[in-house]
């Protein structure tokens, strides 16, 4: 099977830190990483104007905006922005419940990746919890269109990607990169793939106020010669594709729970993935939640299917 199973939830066994500056504000923030009892799944925590602490589940249910990263709350208000790349890391780590404490409004890009991400949590170390772990297993498949963009989920034993892109410029061109998901698969083809963007969009941005802290360091950037002019080049001939399908991982992990199935996609982007999902969940018929079942000692595991709670966390 493709996704790497494991009966338990998983929190860190330490805190840990990291400092960087958001994309979009150029301002520094510092985000700090807590154990976090069972069930209780990825919380941001933030303060507001008045010094009002406000909680932010990282959930489907609690996106305020897509447009240039998924934003978590209220756009104009108190939330979190470009969370993407962090929810990968935890989601394909194995990393169910993590209390965030951060303070700005956006997570730190550092490299345009999600490997600074994996590097902190494999330097804090996982501890396993008392509590099984819950899956969201695809049953019969859910498709959405929007013009020539699409995504759909469809039965599979195992969790698996597969992303296509499709750019007019030849630097880029119609690229694809497919995988089943463990962690290892995911620190050695998918999270040192970096955030992308073209210098014309940029500089449009820049005017705008936005992409404050976007720079050579932090994106792959394809200049008005249609060349990417980041002097080391690309970290794999495909990484666009592979940055692609990281932002859906992190997208896609806002159901509260790891998936068992395949998301396939075609031109997709954070608004894409996110009506994708609350489709999915809309349909009860597509899915069923299980978990692991051992019946008989030195008998393989196997997936049940449990009844869940009206209140539990991929519920919209």
């Not at 933030?46 to 589940?57: I, M, P």
């Not at 998301?263 to 993935?273: D, E, I, M, Q, T």
């Not at 018929?285 to 008989?296: G, L, S, Y």
């Amino acid at each position: 099977m493709g996704i790497d199973l494991h009966d338990y939830q998983t929190t860190l066994k330490s805190r840990v830190s990291l400092s960087g500056t958001g994309v979009h504000s150029g301002k520094p923030v510092s985000i700090h990483f807590n154990p976090a009892d069972a069930d209780t799944g990825i919380v941001f925590s933030r303060t507001d104007g008045s010094g009002r602490t406000v909680e932010l589940r990282a959930l489907v249910a609690e996106v305020g905006g897509t447009d240039l990263s998924t934003i978590l709350g209220d756009p104009a208000g108190v939330h979190v922005a470009t969370v993407e790349h962090l929810l990968a890391a935890l989601s394909s780590l194995g990393i169910d419940n993590v209390l965030i404490e951060i303070d700005g409004n956006e997570v730190p890009i550092f490299d345009g990746s999600a490997a600074p991400f994996v590097e902190a949590f494999d330097h804090a170390g996982l501890r396993q919890q008392a509590v099984k772990r819950r899956y969201i297993r695809i049953v019969k498949p859910v498709r959405i269109e929007s013009g020539a963009s699409w995504a759909e989920f469809r039965p599979y034993d195992g969790t698996r990607f597969e992303v296509e892109i499709d750019f007019e410029t030849p630097v880029i061109g119609r690229q694809y990169f497919t995988a089943d998901i463990t962690p290892d698969t995911f620190r050695q083809e998918i999270a040192r793939a970096r955030t992308f963007g073209f210098m014309k969009d940029v500089e449009r941005l820049w005017a705008a106020g936005y992409a404050l802290g976007s720079s050579l360091e932090n994106s792959v950037v394809i200049g008005h010669d249609d060349r990417v002019i980041n002097m080391e080049g690309l970290r794999y001939s495909n990484e666009f594709a592979r940055h692609k399908m990281l932002d859906a991982m992190g997208d896609l992990a806002l159901a509260g729970a790891r998936f068992i199935g395949c998301f396939r996609s075609y031109r997709g982007g954070h608004r894409l993935n996110a009506s994708a999902l609350r489709r999915l969940l809309s349909d009860r018929t597509a899915f069923e939640i299980v978990e692991t079942a051992r019946r008989e000692r030195g008998r393989k595991a196997e997936m049940i299917a449990v009844n869940a709670p009206v209140y539990a966390p991929w519920m919209i």
